[in-house]
C-alpha cells in the first residue's frame, strides 16, 4: 500500500458538511485531495484554501457525479494533478423529507439521481482508476436503522448504497481495494439542520446515549480509518451515531 504522503483522495460533495470535513482531515493524514463539488465554488475553493494554509495540496473540480462523462473529467483531472487515485469517498447527497403520501415523484428521482446512480457512476469510474491499496468509501445513513417519519425516500436511496458496497468488494478480489459505507446518525450540518425548529433538533439530538447530535469531525475519523491504515475492514456499512441505532 503506498505511503500516506503519497495517496490521493476524491472526495465528492467535498465544499461543505461532512464531505468539507472528510477532505480536511485526509489533507491532515497527508493525502493529496481533490474536492468535487456540484454547484458551489466559492465553497470548495474555500476547503482548498483551508488545506493550502495547513501545508496540504488540493484542486477543486466542478462534477455533477450522476454524469459519467464529468466524472470520468473529475478522475482524469486527479490523475494528472496529482499523478493516481487511491481513495474515493463518496459524500454528494441529497435530503428530501416528505412522507411518501405528498413526495413529488420529481424530488423522489432527484434525489435518487444523486444518491444512488451518482454513487454507482463513481464507484464504476473508481473501479478502473484505483491504485492497489486503494479504497472506495460510499456514504449511507442511520435512518435506514432509525426509521424516522418522512425519511423513507432518502433512507431508501441510501440502503440501495449499502447493497452495492459487499458485492463490489467481492467483484474487487485480489485487488487489495476495500470497499465500505459510512452510515452517520443525526450529525450538525446545514443539510441537517434547514428546515427544523430548536425543540426538534434537541429531541432528535437525545435519542442516542451521548445526548448530542454528531459532529461533521466525528464522522470525518472514521472514513479517515477506512482511508488508511483500515484495511481488514472490507463489505461493511460502519454505524457512527453515538449508539442511536
Same mark, same amino acid.
Given at each position: ?41 466559492? @465553497? ?23 454524469? @459519467? ?141 451521548? @445526548? ?34
Amino acid at each position: 500500500m503506498p505511503s500516506n504522503q503519497n495517496r490521493v483522495a476524491v472526495v465528492t460533495g467535498g465544499s461543505r458538511g461532512i464531505g468539507r470535513a472528510v477532505a480536511l482531515r485526509l489533507a491532515a493524514d497527508g493525502q493529496d485531495v481533490v474536492v468535487a463539488y456540484a454547484g458551489n465554488e466559492t @465553497e470548495a475553493k474555500s476547503t482548498v484554501a483551508a488545506i493550502e494554509e495547513a501545508g496540504g495540496r488540493a484542486v477543486a473540480v466542478q462534477a455533477d457525479v450522476a454524469d @459519467e462523462n464529468a466524472v470520468r473529467t473529475l478522475f482524469d483531472t486527479a490523475e494528472q494533478s496529482f499523478g493516481g487515485v487511491d481513495v474515493v469517498v463518496n459524500a454528494a447527497g441529497i435530503m428530501i423529507l416528505k412522507p411518501v403520501a405528498q413526495l413529488d415523484l420529481d424530488e423522489f428521482d432527484r434525489m435518487h439521481r444523486t444518491n444512488v446512480r451518482g454513487t454507482f457512476v463513481v464507484a464504476r469510474e473508481a473501479v478502473g482508476r484505483l491504485r492497489e491499496g486503494g479504497a472506495i468509501i460510499n456514504f449511507s445513513t442511520s435512518i435506514t436503522r432509525l426509521n424516522l417519519p418522512s425519511y423513507a425516500a432518502y433512507a431508501a436511496s441510501k440502503a440501495a448504497v449499502e447493497a452495492l458496497g459487499p458485492i463490489l468488494a467481492k467483484e474487487l478480489r485480489g485487488r487489495d481495494i476495500t470497499v465500505n459505507a459510512v452510515a452517520p446518525g443525526p450529525t450538525a450540518t446545514a443539510l441537517f439542520l434547514e428546515g427544523k425548529s430548536d425543540d426538534l433538533i434537541q429531541s432528535i439530538a437525545k435519542q442516542n446515549p451521548m @445526548e448530542r447530535l454528531g459532529h461533521p469531525d466525528d464522522i470525518a475519523q472514521v472514513v479517515s480509518l477506512l482511508a488508511g491504515d483500515g484495511r481488514w475492514i472490507n463489505g461493511q456499512t460502519i454505524f457512527v451515531n453515538g449508539g442511536a441505532a
